[in-house]
């Protein structure tokens, strides 16, 4: 599996962005998806996570309620919409992908990454 993000961008606080990840391969849908972010000088860190069926969630206590996970199995993509953001949101956001199981927020259960995309939110 190969993955692609974009949509990242530099924007204002209390904007939205979208971010996309699209995945080849045809066995997308069978994959957990998750979202990370690592921020200038610190730690890779799990933001959000779905099931392979889009019916399971999961999401960091800082970004509840403010960002939303989602995915199209038809179009290999899965989406991190981002509302109210923060400037401590700043950092350079990777999707990942995991083979089997369910949604874990330590990234080294994912098996594939994608390149990241910077997300710059000044205030």
């Known amino acids: 599996v190969q993955l692609q993000a974009s949509g990242g961008g530099l924007v204002q606080a209390g904007d939205s962005l979208r971010l996309s990840c699209a995945a080849s391969g045809r066995t997308f849908s069978s994959h957990v998806m998750g979202w990370f972010r690592q921020a200038p000088g610190k730690e890779r860190e799990f933001v959000a996570g779905?099931?392979?069926?889009?019916?399971?969630?999961d999401y960091a206590e800082s970004v509840k309620g403010r960002f939303t996970i989602s995915r199209d199995n038809a179009k290999n993509t899965v989406y991190l919409q981002m509302n109210s953001l923060k400037a401590e949101d700043t950092a350079v956001y990777y999707c990942a992908a995991r083979t089997l199981g369910r949604i874990e927020v330590r990234g080294y259960e994912y098996d594939y990454w994608g390149q990241g995309t910077q997300v710059t939110v000044s205030s």
């Open positions: 779905i099931s392979w069926s889009g019916g399971s969630f």
